[in-house]
């Protein structure tokens, strides 16, 4: 015998009778989450609405992160009390495995600044992969010289995340490799709803990276790399993006005005602010716990050589050697369970595909919302054949 439904599961029955076919819904505490398209039967977006017992109204919450695209169909399973694991069928392996956050610390945090209910997507992704490298320092002391030099030399291992500001572009500045340039009320938009994993008022402007910059890197194999300022580097430290964390400092004051003033990007007032703060970035980079390293960027060559090696050193550079999931399809037709930190998805034969079970490890997720939630081994188990189709699914 099954326990007896929560009372305000029967006052709301029809509610949730009425599930459409591409709609699930999961309880984690006191809620009812409800994902998939949600007013119209042929609305495949994976959106969210929520059933709050303890008040039992209906709630549409304020959805952050990069949305996982539409898809016809989907199953959902908590995975704790603070995330469902939401799990895309018939699509590509990398866009299978999706994250709805409902109460994690991010979620907690930005229902204290926006005041309303919230809940943000997180891409899974199989192994840690290397960690993102965050560049900082004052202007002018040589980050933007020293990554390009990285990246002239490895082209295919590092990717550069490029940031969005509000300053004006420089001559040979082109929108979308060095910046995207935006306009501040845009900007100051985006960032409200959610699309930056940090951003800064600096020297005078505003600039930020976007969620997406980061993924973008990610998602085309690279090892990501940002040039922000220190407030942009405190905030991603705090974020759930692990990252390593290098200041560069000049040789002395002077040698960094005079790099500044040769460059000759900026009029004499702005150079005159930028040093302004110089000053205090200095001190704020020999903050306890902020950054990893500090490199003194005094010859060039030596201090790309330096940087170098602390890449190559960090234990974190390669990524996990996960079993490989090339051919992992999650079917229209699967079932799924969870127990243990252990998620089971059974796939129905379907197209000449004989039937699998996958089995998804979700005990070492690091990182979520916002980016990517890493750490996750999927593979699939291995039962002889008859076993498999032996399972009914009806
Ligand atoms: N080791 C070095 N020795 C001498 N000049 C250098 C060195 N590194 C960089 N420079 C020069 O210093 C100037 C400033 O460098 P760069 O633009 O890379 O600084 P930055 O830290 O990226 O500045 P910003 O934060 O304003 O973007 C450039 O003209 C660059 O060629
Ligand atoms: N917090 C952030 N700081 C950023 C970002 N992109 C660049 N920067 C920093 O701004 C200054 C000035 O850059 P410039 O191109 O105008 O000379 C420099 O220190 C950069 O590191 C960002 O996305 N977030």
């Known amino acids: ?29 006191k809620k009812i989450y409800v994902v998939g398209g ?13 059933f709050d017992s303890s008040t039992r109204e209906w709630l549409i919450p304020t959805v952050l992160g990069v949305k996982p695209t539409p898809c016809k169909l989907h199953s959902a399973v908590p995975v704790n009390e603070d995330r469902i694991l939401v799990l895309k069928s018939n699509t590509a392996t990398d866009d299978c495995l999706w994250f709805l956050e409902v109460d994690t610390r991010f979620v907690k945090e930005q229902k204290k600044i926006l005041g309303t209910e919230v809940v943000a997507w997180s891409k899974g992704v199989q192994g840690t992969g290397p960690k993102p490298v965050v560049i900082s320092g004052p202007s002018g002391v040589g980050k933007g010289t020293l990554i390009s030099k990285l990246m ?18 420089r001559e040979k500045e082109v929108h979308g490799v060095h910046y995207y340039f935006t306009e501040r009320s845009k900007m100051e938009n ?41 407030q942009g580097a405190r905030s991603v430290r705090t974020s759930s993006l692990e990252a390593i964390f290098i200041f560069i400092c000049p040789p002395s004051f002077e040698e960094l005005e005079k790099r500044l003033r040769a460059r ?20 704020q980079g020999k903050s306890a716990g902020l950054f990893d390293h500090v490199l003194v960027n005094d010859d060039l060559e030596r201090c790309c050589e330096e940087l170098k090696k602390i890449l190559s050193l960090d234990s974190d550079a390669d990524p996990v050697a996960y079993p490989t999931t090339e051919d992992t399809r999650i ?44 750490g996750l081994n999927m593979h699939p188990i291995n039962l002889p054949t008859d076993v498999l189709t032996g399972i009914n699914m009806d």
Do not use: W
């Not at 039967?41 to 609405?49: H, M, P, T, V, Y």
């Not at 002239?152 to 572009?169: D, L, N, Q």
């Not at 409200?192 to 600096?202: D, I, M, P, T």
């Not at 969870?338 to 070492?364: F, N, W």
């Open 264 to 283: 000759g990007t900026e009029t004499e007032e702005q150079v005159q602010k930028r040093l302004r703060n110089a000053r205090a970035e200095l001190d």
């Open 38 to 50: 949600c007013e119209d039967g042929e609305d495949n977006s994976l959106s969210i609405k929520i």
């Open 152 to 169: 002239k030399e490895f082209p295919s291992t590092f990717g550069f995340s490029v940031s969005h500001t509000t300053r004006a572009p």
């Open 190 to 230: 985006d960032i409200r709803e959610g699309k930056f994993l940090e951003s800064a008022s600096v020297h005078g402007n505003l600039y930020g990276t976007s969620i997406e910059a980061v993924e973008a890197v990610t998602d085309s194999g690279k090892r990501c790399i940002l040039d922000i300022d220190v």
């Open 1 to 29: 015998m099954g326990e007896e439904a929560p009372e305000y599961l029967l006052d709301n029955f029809d509610e949730f009778s009425l599930l459409k076919g591409n709609q699930t819904s999961n309880i984690v505490g």
């Open 331 to 374: 079917t229209d037709f699967h079932a799924v369970s969870a127990r243990d930190k252990k998620i089971l998805i059974h796939c129905g034969a379907e197209q000449g595909m004989p039937p699998t079970i996958y089995e998804l490890d979700v005990s070492s997720l690091k990182g979520g919302a916002p980016g990517r939630t890493r």
